[in-house]
Structures are given as structure tokens and as C-alpha cells.
């Protein structure tokens, strides 16, 4: 059997929010009600089920490998928004991208802090 995730769930203080930002910036669906969910269905078959949480919890990271024309039509509307970058995941290099591994990436904020990633390369790991 051939293991896949196939959903998880991103707390959010504003859940209609997180998920216009996210169907907005990757050019998805909108997003959909199911139970206390809205769930972005992301293209592999794998949905971001979006969950209202009032107060703290930790912010987590999300990262997406798209093709780098992808990278540019999603670049564009991260900037449209006046959406802060930076080019590293410790929010150190803001206002550029990176080019790691051959490819391009960028790292930018949802509504309630989650880092989100655009990476066009996989990263390159042993």
C-alpha cells in the first residue's frame, strides 16, 4: 500500500481568511464548507482543512512545490496583496526570494502566522 497524506488541519483565528488567502494566492477553488471546516483542496488530492481556534496555538509551516511558471503567476498575486516576503524560513532576508537548489523560493505569513513556502525545487537532503 502506497501511504499519502491526504488531509490535515490549519488552525486559524480567522478561517474564512486563511482560506481566501490560500485559494487566492494559489489559484484554487474556493474553498468549501465541510462540518466546521472550509477545506482548500490543493491539486495532488491532498486538502488543508481550515478550523476556527480562538487564542494561541503554535503557528506551523506549510511548503508547496510548484513549476516556476506556477511560481510567477503565485508570486504575482502574493504581491498584488502586499503580502511581505522573505527568502528564508527565519523571516531574516525580507523583500527577496531565494534561489536554492537551482530553483526559486519564498516564504510569506496567512492571516494567523503560518508560514507558507513556494519552492520550485525540492530540497536536496543527503
Do not use: C, K
Not at 534561489?99 to 525540492?122: A, K, Q
Amino acid at each position: 500500500m502506497a501511504i499519502q497524506l491526504n488531509h490535515t488541519i490549519v488552525l486559524a483565528h480567522d478561517p474564512r481568511a486563511t482560506a481566501e488567502l490560500l485559494t487566492g494566492v494559489f489559484g484554487l477553488p474556493e474553498p468549501r464548507p465541510y462540518g466546521p471546516f472550509l477545506v482548500v483542496q490543493m491539486s495532488n488530492e491532498v486538502s488543508l482543512d481550515v478550523l476556527h481556534q480562538d487564542g494561541e496555538f503554535t503557528a506551523q509551516h506549510y511548503a508547496f512545490l510548484v513549476s516556476e511558471e506556477e511560481f510567477d503567476e503565485i508570486f504575482a498575486r502574493v504581491q498584488e496583496r502586499g503580502l511581505p516576503i522573505f527568502a528564508d524560513p527565519f523571516y531574516r532576508e525580507p523583500g527577496r526570494i531565494n534561489h536554492w537548489h537551482g530553483g526559486r523560493g519564498v516564504y510569506f505569513r496567512d492571516p494567523s502566522g503560518h508560514s507558507l513556502e513556494v519552492l520550485t525545487r525540492p530540497y536536496e537532503i543527503g
